[in-house]
């Protein structure tokens, strides 16, 4: 059985910083491209970074240019965990985060809560 679960969201400031994180168990996160999107109030889901499952010398991030300069996306093989670290939040940031991990696959964690006000 596979499952993703993120954590770290919560209620900031503008100009905050906060890290989510998605554990997941029944994958190899480090085998499956991972990626973050998220859904405002009333608004289309929206694709907000991701990471190749390439080994980490040559692994690739990419940025919605909405968060690039601001966001990073990890991994932590060990832990089998997947992180978005979010600085400089803005109140344009206030949505629900979810992260994907995708091979042959895509699963979706149930998200977490990021409120900027």
């Known amino acids: 059985h596979v499952q993703l679960v993120e954590s770290g969201g919560g209620l900031v400031q503008p100009g905050e910083s906060l890290r989510l994180s998605c554990v997941a168990s029944?994958?190899?996160?480090?085998?499956?491209?991972m990626s973050w999107v998220r859904q405002a109030p009333g608004k289309e889901v929206e694709w907000v970074a991701g990471i190749t499952s390439l080994p980490s010398l040559f692994r690739a991030a990419s940025y919605a240019d909405s968060v690039k300069g601001r966001f990073t996306i990890s991994q932590d093989n060990a832990k089998n965990k997947g992180y978005l670290l979010m600085n400089n939040l803005k109140t344009e940031d206030t949505a629900v985060y979810y992260c994907?991990?995708?091979?042959?696959?895509?699963?979706w964690g149930q998200g977490t809560q990021v409120t900027v006000s």
């Open positions: 029944g994958i190899t996160f480090s085998r499956h491209d």
């Open positions: 994907s991990a995708i091979r042959s696959v895509q699963y």
